[in-house]
Every structure is written in structure tokens, then in C-alpha cells.
């Protein structure tokens, strides 16, 4: 006889209490269960940073939100679902100034940047996708470090694809910014 173990299904509460992993892998609560992938590559940290540097340079100028990098983002609850986006902006409208949110905002961020990594599937890309756009997201840009491009999103299917001669705008959720396609791949050396 056969005794099935059920696996106890973590809440977003439980999942911000596990201690960080010892060997440097980011770690998401999918479904109340923990996934955990390897650390991510010196190209897509390089990216990342350098989508953060924008971003926090027009945030600091303009006093709009808040910046952060690998933040978790709940965007499921009864099976909980914790994502951690590369880089994501919440306005002070959704999270005011000063306020703090404790672990996990309550509410969505605006803009979620995902850089994608070798590993990563159309269908986890498309997943993430829908996540964000169902927990209230408003703006998704999906960077490309292999072929130096951002796919942007103001809904889950059918994204407008930028190269590193156009110009990435905010749109109505970031006000104002205009970046270079080019600057989110900066000092990224260019794949064969």
C-alpha cells in the first residue's frame, strides 16, 4: 500500500518567510509551490541594471513611483502565485510615498519588465504575461538580450517589438520617459 503525500500549498505570506536560497537562485511561489531557477546570466544582469539605471534616472527626476528590482509581485491568491520581475515601477498612486507595503504590495505595479533568459519558453513568457495583465499590470516590456530587442505590452497578446534604433516611450503609465532601445543593452556583448 501506497501512501500519496500531498505537497501543503504555500501562501505569499509563507513564501516571504523561506530564507533565501544559499546558492544564489531566485526563487517564485507558482501556484503554492516554490520553483526555483539558477541564478541569472551576466547578460541578462547587465540588462536588468541597466533597465533599472533608466528607469530610477527619469523616476528621481519626475518623483513618480517607485523602482525595484526582483520585488515580489502577487498575482494570484488561493494558490498563491509570487512573481519577481526583473525591474517594475509601482506609481505613488498605487503605492504612495512614504507608505510602506510590507513584503508584497496589495496592489499591481504599473510597468513589469521581464528580461528573458535561454531557459525561458513562449509558453512561461505568454504565461507571466497573462499573470500581470489579470493582477492589474498595465505595462509589460519583455527585453531580448539575444536579439537586442524589447517587446512592449498593454495587453497579453500581441506585443509591438522595438530594435536598438527605435526609441522605448513610458506611454499614459510612465509620463514623460524615452529611452533608447539601445541603452537596455549597453556593454551586453552581441550573441552569434
Keep these: 500500500m501506497s501512501a500519496a503525500?500531498?505537497?501543503?500549498?504555500?501562501?505569499?505570506?509563507?513564501?516571504?518567510?523561506?530564507?533565501?536560497?544559499?546558492?544564489g537562485s531566485k526563487q517564485e511561489l507558482v501556484k503554492g509551490e516554490v520553483v526555483t531557477m539558477p541564478p541569472p546570466s551576466f547578460a541578462h544582469g547587465k540588462v536588468q541594471g541597466n533597465v533599472y539605471y533608466a528607469l530610477e534616472t527619469h523616476n528621481r527626476a519626475r518623483s513618480a513611483g517607485h523602482v525595484t528590482v526582483e520585488s515580489g509581485l502577487v498575482t494570484e491568491r488561493d494558490s498563491d502565485t509570487v512573481r519577481g520581475p526583473d525591474v517594475a515601477f509601482w506609481?505613488?498612486?498605487?503605492?504612495?510615498?512614504?507608505?510602506?507595503?510590507?513584503?508584497?504590495?496589495?496592489?499591481?505595479?504599473?510597468?513589469?519588465?521581464?528580461?528573458?533568459?535561454?531557459?525561458?519558453?513562449?509558453r512561461q513568457v505568454r504565461d507571466k504575461l497573462r499573470e500581470y495583465f489579470a493582477a492589474g499590470v498595465r505595462l509589460v516590456w519583455v527585453a531580448d538580450p539575444d536579439d537586442r530587442s524589447v517587446t512592449?505590452?498593454?495587453?497579453?497578446?500581441?506585443?509591438?517589438?522595438?530594435?536598438?534604433?527605435?526609441?522605448?516611450?513610458?506611454?499614459?503609465?510612465?509620463?514623460?520617459?524615452?529611452?533608447?532601445?539601445?541603452?537596455?543593452?549597453?556593454?551586453?556583448?552581441?550573441?552569434?
Design 5 to 23: 503525500t500531498a505537497t501543503k500549498l504555500l501562501t505569499a505570506e509563507e513564501f516571504a518567510r523561506l530564507p533565501d536560497p544559499p546558492d
Design 91 to 122: 506609481s505613488f498612486e498605487r503605492v504612495p510615498a512614504g507608505h510602506d507595503p510590507g513584503v508584497y504590495p496589495a496592489v499591481a505595479a504599473d510597468l513589469v519588465v521581464e528580461v528573458l533568459s535561454p531557459g525561458n519558453t513562449r
Design 152 to 192: 512592449v505590452y498593454t495587453r497579453p497578446g500581441g506585443g509591438t517589438v522595438l530594435w536598438e534604433d527605435d526609441t522605448l516611450t513610458g506611454g499614459d503609465v510612465l509620463a514623460g520617459f524615452t529611452c533608447p532601445v539601445a541603452e537596455f543593452f549597453r556593454g551586453v556583448p552581441v550573441t552569434e
